[in-house]
């Protein structure tokens, strides 16, 4: 649960002391302060950080709380530098940019040097509440692809993660310009509010809070429409039985709040607010500050108050309904004929009612005699021996049993392997090839299961993995041979086959396609659409060894939703560094095994371990949360014990 209080447009003035004041006394457990912009009046930074200072000192737990959307009075669009350096001195934790914007991007794109390296860019998780804090000053803000967008798609991802792990409710924006306002002083950002629309309602975006007119205003839940005008949006949203409580349950756009009330002046409305049906309601009189507090129950309640802390106006949204993110849709019941229709072929199979036919059991005593050994050889005791063949590849459909794991996760996965307590979550990527939606995880972890829950798209080809090397562009600086090296297990997802390949270099790419593998299983193909389990584990065996191992969850829920874990080994590929699985000359270059992931960990350029790439091939622009797109759930990369 969180409490987050926002003022705007305070200017240095004694009705925006007497707006402080009454937060200060009046506002309990509040876990974030936002200054929502438009400070510095006429050059009066000096005294309006002052004023601040008063109520967040410098080194106190009010300060930590504080963040400031900054506004044109805070710059130079209406003031000149030194108010902005001035601010950057009160809160310089904040007046820099994310380092990421100094990493040239692969490709790179035209005109990348001359890209605003935004400033003022803040986002955080607040309890049950994630919070992304946008800077409208940027030179850059009305291009889609540039610095801040691309850091904004990527704070959304990261709470579309948290929510789908359980750890957030509500995703709050807050930007100094009104994408929707009535009109007043200032028009609203309508090129602004076209480009981030889609992307809002994707993620499930529940407000945006804004300042620079110098008034209250509180719409409904709205996404943006392309034509002009003041009210150039539509609504998005339904109610609850009382007919008053947002339900944002079901698809919605988002709410928006003006909060630029706080001290500086009236901006007297030029239409007739109550005429407007896209408005809940509007102040233009009464100096205000705004409060948004969520609740156990699934409640977000908003509130603008004035000087005396006096409630002018509250409303409440709801998720109470159902859940913002997609829910995977129940496994199929079982059909009525899913009886045997036929004795069994012999000892060690049964019937499975999914594939409708025998399948053998892999653990049971008769059909192991009939399996060449899956027991890696040891390693030769002369170096000059000739090593002993690989075995050779078994193929088929064949449920496999995991023993080695056994517990579950906090959503009920099963871990197929022993996990050591470390994890790092997937996060949602993006699609910038055009050809399907990304997930991706950065981790520092040399033995891993990357396992999760993905639904494909319409169209969509293949699920693969990029693993076991660094990032792929590195900022513009790929790794070399042998450190740029990943292993691609691929699941075909028209025909339910599994296969291995690789990616070395990534510049100049060369890929290496149907690599050799110890066992291969198909699952149930046509897969269209619909939720799969899909995990890759890598570990180092016993014989210093590098293992690669695919494993799938065909219909992977019951019909409340929960996993099933009915997992099932694909793949598994052991190298041995004999060139039938990776080739020991890549682009021209001697490899050996087994590589040093030392040295991909510490390569120069990277990120500090491997990096997880789920690619959703030829899904095309059907994206993340899309009605005909992927999503994922539960996913995460595991730190394992290697099994024997």
């Not at 607010?273 to 100096?287: C, G, H, L």
């Not at 019937?351 to 036919?357: E, G, M, N, S, V």
């Not at 990120?607 to 095309?620: N, P, Q, S, T, Y």
């Amino acid at each position: 649960m969180a409490k987050i209080v926002y003022f705007g447009d305070p200017d240095c003035t004694a009705d925006a002391v007497q707006i402080l004041d009454a937060i200060d006394k009046n506002e309990q457990n509040v876990d974030l302060y936002v200054n929502l912009g438009d400070n510095g009046y006429n050059g009066k930074y000096a005294k309006s950080i002052a004023m601040l200072e008063k109520y967040f000192p410098a080194g106190s737990e009010k300060r930590k709380k504080l963040v400031i959307i900054l506004g044109n009075h805070d710059s130079n669009e209406s003031e000149d530098d030194a108010t902005e350096e001035a601010f950057g001195k009160f809160l310089p934790e904040q007046y820099t940019y994310p380092k990421e914007f100094d990493v040239k991007p692969d490709p790179l794109p035209e005109g990348w040097a001359s890209w605003e390296k935004t400033k003022w860019l803040t986002s955080r998780q607040v309890g049950d509440i994630f919070f992304i804090g946008m800077n409208s000053q940027d030179m850059d803000i009305e291009f889609k692809g540039r610095n801040q967008f691309n850091w904004v798609m990527k704070q959304l991802a990261a709470a579309i993660t948290l929510r789908q792990q359980g750890k957030i409710k509500w995703i709050i924006n807050a930007v100094h310009k009104p994408w929707f306002t009535l009109k007043s002083s200032h028009s609203p950002y309508t090129a602004v509010r076209e480009i981030y629309s889609e992307p809002f309602k994707k993620a499930g975006v529940n407000k945006n809070k804004h300042g620079h007119n110098h008034n209250d205003q509180g719409w409904h839940s709205m996404v943006a429409i392309n034509q002009s005008g003041n009210a150039a949006g539509q609504q998005l949203q339904t109610f609850l039985a009382d007919g008053k409580t947002i339900d944002h349950s079901k698809e919605h756009g988002w709410t928006t709040d003006v909060v630029g009330h706080s001290g500086h002046e009236h901006n007297l409305f030029k239409e007739d607010a109550t005429a407007n049906k896209n408005v809940m309601w509007a102040n233009d009189k009464t100096f205000s500050y705004c409060v948004d507090e969520s609740f156990p129950d699934g409640t977000l309640k908003t509130q603008w108050k004035d000087v005396a802390s006096k409630v002018l106006f509250e409303y409440n949204i709801s998720i109470a309904g159902g859940k913002n993110m997609s829910s995977p849709p129940p496994a199929p019941a079982a059909a009525a004929n899913s009886a045997p229709t036929s004795p069994p072929p012999g000892e060690g199979y049964k019937w499975d009612p999914t594939l409708k036919k025998w399948v053998p059991i892999l653990e049971h005593p008769s059909f192991i005699k009939n399996i060449p050994t899956q027991t890696l050889p040891p390693p030769p005791q002369n170096p000059t021996q000739t090593p002993p063949p690989p075995p050779p590849v078994v193929t088929g459909t064949i449920p496999v049993t995991p023993t080695a794991g056994g517990s579950l996760d906090e959503n009920g996965v099963l871990m197929i392997y022993k996990t050591t307590g470390k994890k790092k979550p997937i996060l949602v990527g993006g699609n910038p090839s055009g050809q399907g939606q990304r997930y991706n995880a950065d981790f520092a972890l040399k033995n891993y299961m990357s396992i999760g829950y993905f639904k494909t798209a319409v169209g969509q080809e293949l699920i693969e993995m990029k693993t076991d090397g660094p990032c792929h562009g590195c900022g513009g600086n790929p790794a070399p041979i042998p450190i740029g090296m990943w292993y691609e297990p691929h699941l075909d997802l028209k025909t339910g086959k599994s296969s291995l390949h690789a990616e070395a270099p990534h510049s100049p790419r060369q890929d290496y396609d149907n690599l050799h593998c110890d066992l291969l299983v198909d699952v149930e193909g046509n897969i269209n659409n619909e939720w799969i389990g899909y995990c890759v584990v890598a570990y180092t065996n016993a014989q210093n060894q590098r293992v690669i191992e695919q494993w799938v969850d065909r219909h992977p829920f019951d019909s409340a939703g929960k996993p099933v874990n009915k997992w099932v080994l694909t793949l598994r590929a052991v190298e041995r560094g004999d060139g039938k699985m990776f080739p020991l000359k890549a682009n021209g270059i001697n490899v050996t095994f087994p590589r040093n992931i030392d040295d991909v960990f510490n390569y120069k350029y990277g990120r500090g371990g491997f990096e997880a790439e789920f690619r959703m091939h030829k899904a095309g622009s059907n994206e993340h949360g899309d009605p005909n797109g992927t999503d994922m759930k539960f996913a995460n990369v595991y730190e394992i014990v290697p099994p024997q």
